[in-house]
């Protein structure tokens, strides 16, 4: 019995050190999903910095208490896997969206919260649709980049035009 709690202890201390760092948690019902098919997740989000656990609900809940995550305690019923995200939430929705509609099979998130707050199912959809964060970036240098650029021809016209000008009087005495 005694190995028994220490085991269960050692689970609750690991879902608190995943929880320490995480920017997101994802509550996904896995019900349906084959095993090949979370494997096949599992390899797609190797390089977005995600790990995937599939716990007891209770060990999950005592994990969850006093979190900045707690209020996904309501949704732990039923076999769940949870997603934590240490980057960029968008990614792993993405990676999911794109899972789903590959695979036609619906993945039914039950819940996702962010360590600033909760986010309403609805907003999946919005989460999926922002920028990553390097796209961000080069929208942003793009953005200040444009007119910039615009500046430095406007003042180098003059200089554009006066070359031209040599240029073509070079041409008309060689006629």
């Known amino acids: 019995m005694v190995v028994k709690l220490n085991s269960k ?3 609750v201390l690991e879902i608190r050190k995943l929880l320490e760092f995480s920017i997101c948690v994802i509550v996904i019902d896995y019900r349906g999903l084959k095993s090949v098919q979370m494997m096949e997740i599992r390899r797609k989000s190797r390089g977005l910095n995600v790990k995937f656990s599939v716990v007891r609900n209770t060990l999950a809940r005592l994990a969850l208490k006093n979190t900045n995550y707690e209020s996904l ?10 997603v934590f995200s240490y980057d960029e939430p968008c990614n792993i929705g993405k990676l999911l969206y ?3 509609n590959k695979n036609n099979f619906k993945l039914n998130v039950k ?4 360590a600033s707050g909760d986010v ?3 907003g999946l959809e919005k989460l999926v649709s922002l920028p990553t964060y390097k796209e961000s970036i080069l929208k942003l240098i793009f953005v200040m980049n444009f007119p910039l650029k615009r500046l ?7 200089y554009i035009k006066l070359i031209k000008l040599f240029n073509l009087i070079s041409v008309l005495k060689k006629m």
């Open 120 to 122: 309403d199912i609805s």
């Open 152 to 158: 430095i021809c406007i003042m180098l016209e003059p």
């Open 9 to 11: 202890k050692k689970v």
């Open 73 to 82: 305690i309501d949704v732990l019923y039923g076999p769940v896997l949870l």
């Open 98 to 100: 794109d899972f789903s």
């Open 111 to 114: 819940a996702f919260s962010f």
